[in-house]
Antibody
């Protein structure tokens, strides 16, 4: 059974960077897109971006594309999301989520990590 | 960008009642590529419905999705205690992916 295991909580200063990891255990990693979705405290869901590991292709939300980079390490079955120039409104839970359709970037998400809390203060 | 408006913001119902949640898109959702998720406090979202009306694996049949174009509905026929949660719609027909603001289903 495939699981997405995310790295632990982070506390960062404004202006610094954070890199969150998402490891897929069990199952095929390289052919299925991993997306990142964030949730500010008490708020709704916001798409951040995604990557298809086998191709290395990425897509980003326009409002974040200057500050976010998503990468994948096929050998470690791990995806990463790095966010730079952190601000207080970047505080929130960051989820990784898998698209269940091979080689599709844009679709629904059938499998989610538990989330990584990033606090900017 | 397609904006998704969910209504109502909060739905107060009793166990056993029927819940009807709405998701309205600012423009037509391509191929009715719309999903619904449930999120309980402290948990990640869980996929309920995809392609507007297909139930995800393991989802009880009291959950159903309908609609097309710009108007979509999630129906829960008989609310169970574990169904009181937040619900989000998401469109994936065009970039960027967008989510609705959510509906909270609370116990009356």
């Amino acid at each position: 059974q495939v699981q997405l295991v995310q790295s632990g909580a982070e506390v960062k200063k404004p202006g610094s960077s954070v890199k969150v990891s998402c490891k897929a255990s069990g199952g095929n990693f390289r052919n299925f897109a991993i997306n990142w979705v964030r949730q500010a405290p008490g708020q709704g869901l916001e798409w951040v971006g995604g990557i298809i590991p086998v191709f290395g292709t990425t897509e980003y939300a326009q409002q974040l594309q200057d500050r976010v980079t998503i990468t994948a390490d096929e050998y470690r079955s791990t995806a990463y999301m790095e966010l730079t120039s952190l601000r207080s409104d970047d505080t929130g839970l960051y989820f990784c989520a898998r698209v269940p359709l091979p080689a599709a970037m844009r679709a629904y998400f059938d499998l989610w990590g538990r989330g990584t809390l990033v606090t900017v203060s | 960008e397609i904006v998704l408006a969910q209504s109502p913001g909060t739905l107060s119902l009793s166990p056993g009642e029927r819940a009807t949640l709405s998701c309205r898109a600012s423009q037509s959702v391509s191929s009715n590529y719309l999903a619904w998720y449930q999120q309980r406090p402290g948990q990640a979202p869980r996929l309920l419905i995809y392609d507007a009306s297909s139930r995800a694996t393991g989802i009880p049949d009291r959950f159903s999705g309908s609609g097309s174009g710009t108007d979509f509905t999630l129906t829960i026929t008989r609310l169970e205690p574990e169904d009181f949660a937040f619900y989000y719609c998401q469109q994936y027909g065009s970039s960027p992916l967008t989510f609705g603001g959510g509906t909270k289903v609370e116990i009356k």
